[in-house]
């Protein structure tokens, strides 16, 4: 059982940075074949953001996110670490990391395919 805890979140204006961070306890992260980011807003579905394959560099982002946001591993330390740059208020949310057993490409951002939730970290942008 794959038990993760997210950290990093806080309140930050609009154009800070955050970094993110997701601590894997139990059973290594490795055990997974993909790990993402996913947030939700209030009144929102949870959405996916970002996305890395376990046993490699190749990424996926959210078109939202795209060319702001950094999603990165270390399988040594049972981390991973999404870096958020230039911050809007739309990015506002309860951000959850996730494993998923299936392929990156197969998995998608598709909550279904996903497991091993973290109880989230809160990230409030103010304009």
């Known amino acids: 059982q794959v038990r993760q805890v997210e950290s990093g979140g806080g309140s930050v204006q609009a154009g800070d940075s955050l970094t993110l961070s997701c601590t894997a306890s139990?059973?290594?992260?490795?055990?997974?074949?993909?790990m993402g980011w996913f947030r939700q807003a209030p009144g929102k579905e949870r959405e996916g953001v970002a996305r890395i394959l376990t046993a490699g560099t190749t990424t996926y982002y959210a078109d939202s996110v795209k060319g702001r946001f950094a999603i990165s591993q270390d399988l040594s330390r049972n981390i991973m670490t999404l870096q958020m740059n230039g911050l809007k208020p739309d990015d506002t949310a309860m951000y959850y990391c996730a494993t998923s057993t299936s392929s990156c490409t197969y998995a998608g951002f598709v909550t279904g395919n996903w497991n091993n939730w973290g109880k989230g970290t809160q990230v409030t942008v103010s304009a």
């Open positions: 139990g059973d290594t992260l490795g055990s997974s074949n993909c």
